[in-house]
């Protein structure tokens, strides 16, 4: 593999496009059905870089999110808090069971704590993103939720392109089919 090959970094280029934007309101709208809506939490993690929707989850639970720094594959977090977030996040890494496993280990102890992810649904290969290590089915993902100690409290699904997108060719209309965003709350399992 050459150097370089995967994108590490959040870019402003990458902020800027409107799949994003959209990404991030139908991810607050997912919050917005969860038993922590309207709750104010003391603090929260974001896990990767910041990015716009840092700060919607600031003011959504009305509190201060942290963003993580370290190697997400082999590195340890630390803290406490009862809102972790890794909003399309586990498709990049080699290692996705082991952030998982650090996520549990800084979610804060209680019945209420909650971890919010997303992640793109698996679709045809041609489609995949050559940024991405992992898409996986559901079945995959749960799997892996399970394993790492989480129960699925909530789960969502959700395209990510704007109608007029699909009418731009057969690629376009291709992903506004099989596109799609899985979304899940979860809940340490005691």
Partial sequence: MRQ??????????????????LRWDRSLDFLRGS???????SAGLDIGDRTPMTGMLEEFFGCRFES??????IGALDGSFPVVAAF???EHLYNPLHLLLEARKVLAPGPSSRLFVSTPS??????????????MSRRS????????????????????RPFGFCFKGIRPLLR???????????AKRP
């Fill in 4 to 21: 370089g090959a995967y994108r590490t970094m959040v870019d402003r280029a990458w902020c800027s496009d409107a799949a994003h934007a």
């Fill in 35 to 41: 038993g922590l809506a309207g709750r104010a939490v």
């Fill in 68 to 73: 993580t720094s370290v190697d997400l594959d």
């Fill in 88 to 90: 399309e996040v586990l």
């Fill in 122 to 135: 698996c679709k045809p290969r041609f489609l995949q993103s050559p940024d991405h290590f992992h898409e």
């Fill in 141 to 160: 993902l749960e799997s892996l939720f399970d394993r790492a100690g989480f129960a699925v409290v909530r789960r969502g699904e959700f395209g990510i």
């Fill in 176 to 186: 506004c089919i099989f596109e799609r965003i899985s979304i899940y709350e979860l």
